[in-house]
């Protein structure tokens, strides 16, 4: 299920019409679910707000071409999507993943696997330590090909339903439970690794 | 049941997707085998890190600053736009300037390949025969007078080189006098009409311009019935140059100058009175035309000495010259 309810369609046809101001409430309704689907993906803040705000305005520029206002929410992941795949790419060929500013960004270290985060409280200890698996996962999440993280991301980290996540990937949902099964465990041998 | 397909089976049997009979087989596996059981505990602790794992939230400013952008686009949109076809109307614009300049072009082609046509060179050469130009000197004036004319648009551009050559002409005389002298061995003594040809293209344009009226006159001719040949030749060596003049060649018994129009006249009295000196009243027949006072002739003389002043000038401002050949014959 996604996480953020339909936003009406009047709106999306105001956008349609170039109203800015159903643009913004748009924008407003769907930040969060794009920069945080950006960020898993990318690892780093500034290129996922820059990369956010570039899917906004590929939003602005192509609704008008969009058919099935219901479809605005699958169509606007889609989009955000494509435009993750082609930064990593471009990140990729200039070596960012492997650059001290990558490091520097994640501000993680590698160490003993995290004993739990199940019980997060005020206590700054317990809060250092979420924060600390946060960055363990996101640089496990990193470390999985394109396709493994996409599945994660929308499947564990958004709440996206198997439903959504085949429509979005053209696949059925028995594939992309196999699909996500396996990148978990990948996901899970790749954290065991860096813990020790 | 093996590991690895009970393995397979963590996602569906924490998510409680598999039928009561199939999680019946794991469940009474994972009692049996205590790695797969850890593997069960480390994957659902991942599963739960990833569950818990709190929304990251978007940056301050995020709307305003995503509008910013959007209105910069906008500004750059209509410039683009503009941009892309502005090529368009630059081409447009171009368009007939680039047409008159094709068309000259080709006109100037067509002249080019036209006064390149091996049957136009005769008939330049037949204009350069006119003026008899030395058969060794034939071949060099034909490319110089066809590039002449292929050049014509060329020669406002030309002038100061064509006087520098000139100057440089001035200077080598003495070495074109040499030649000159080369060819009317050549010619069996016929005075040269065309001048002997410079290194330079331009130069030798000009040369040729400058002598074919000189050479297009016949030369003068005057007969001196002398006594003392050596000496009347000194003298009229020395008259020549006092009017301005220029030995073409000098001779046992004749001579070969060029002299201005303007000061021809004055210079034939001068020979007179040279002669009449030389011989008294019955030699030379128009001596009492030339009779006149010592200080007339002393004006005259400065006069005549400016003009061959002036005559030094560039090639350029000169007048009209006149071949003279004073033949001197023994009384």
């Known amino acids: ?196 | 049941m093996e590991c690895e397909k009970v393995r397979d089976q963590f996602s569906f049997l924490l998510e409680k997707e598999l039928d009561p009979l199939e999680e019946k087989i794991v469940r009474e596996h994972l009692v049996s085998c205590p790695e797969c059981q850890r593997d069960l505990e480390q994957f659902d602790k991942i599963l739960h890190w990833l569950h818990c794992a709190d929304p990251v939230e978007v940056p301050d400013g995020f709307l305003s600053e995503m509008l910013e952008k959007m209105e910069g686009q906008k500004r750059k949109a209509p410039m683009s736009e503009r941009e892309k076809w502005g090529w368009f109307d630059k081409a447009l614009s171009l368009k007939l300037p680039i047409q008159a300049v094709a068309m000259v072009a080709v006109v100037f082609l067509v002249l080019y390949i036209t006064k390149m046509m091996p049957i136009q060179i005769p008939s330049i050469t037949k204009n350069v025969e006119q003026a008899k130009p030395p058969r060794s000197e034939a071949k060099k004036i034909e490319p110089e007078i066809v590039s002449k004319e292929m050049k014509k648009e060329k020669v406002p551009e030309q002038i100061p080189l064509a006087v520098d050559r000139l100057k440089q002409i001035e200077k080598d005389k003495p070495i074109i006098l040499e030649e000159e002298k080369e060819e009317k061995k050549l010619d069996g003594g016929v005075v040269s009409k065309a001048q002997p040809s410079e290194p330079g293209i331009v130069g030798k344009v000009v040369v040729a311009r400058e002598r074919v009226p000189l050479a297009s006159k016949p030369p003068q001719e005057i007969i001196l019935k002398v006594s003392d040949q050596g000496k009347i030749l000194s003298q009229l060596n020395e008259l020549v140059k006092q009017f301005g003049g220029e030995i073409i060649t000098s001779e046992k018994n004749a001579l070969l100058a060029s002299l201005p129009v303007s000061t021809f006249s004055e210079f034939e009295k001068d020979v007179a009175r040279l002669t009449s000196f030389e011989k008294g009243d019955k030699i030379f027949p128009r001596k009492s035309a030339l009779e006149s006072s010592s200080a007339e002739q002393g004006v005259k003389r400065r006069e005549i000495e400016e003009k061959g002043k002036e005559s030094a000038r560039p090639v350029t401002k000169r007048e009209d010259r006149i071949v003279v050949r004073i033949v001197l014959l023994e009384e």
């Not at chain 1, 058919?67 to 169509?75: D, H, L, M, S």
């Open chain 1, 1 to 196: 299920m996604e996480t953020s309810p339909k936003i009406q369609r009047e709106v999306i046809e105001c956008c349609k019409a170039g109203d800015e101001k159903a643009f913004a409430e748009i924008v407003l309704h769907y930040q969060k679910r794009v920069f945080n689907i950006a960020y898993r993906m990318l690892g780093n803040m500034e290129e996922a707000k820059d990369l956010a705000q570039e899917v906004f305005l590929t939003v602005f520029e192509s609704v008008k071409d969009l058919r099935e206002e219901f479809k605005f929410g699958a169509w606007l992941t889609q989009i955000t999507l494509n435009h993750c795949r082609n930064r990593w790419k471009y990140l990729k060929r200039r070596q960012y993943f492997n650059s001290d500013s990558f490091e520097e960004s994640m501000e993680g270290e590698d160490g003993d696997m995290p004993s739990s985060v199940a019980h997060p409280s005020d206590n700054p200890e317990a809060l250092y330590e979420k924060k600390m698996i946060q960055q363990f996962i996101q640089k496990g999440l990193l470390k999985l090909k394109e396709d493994q993280r996409e599945l994660i991301v929308l499947r564990d980290l958004q709440g996206f339903s198997y439903e959504e996540i085949g429509r979005l990937f053209r696949l059925p949902e028995g594939t992309i439970k196999s699909k996500l099964h396996r990148a978990r465990m990948d996901l899970k041998e790749i954290l065991e690794r860096s813990a020790h």
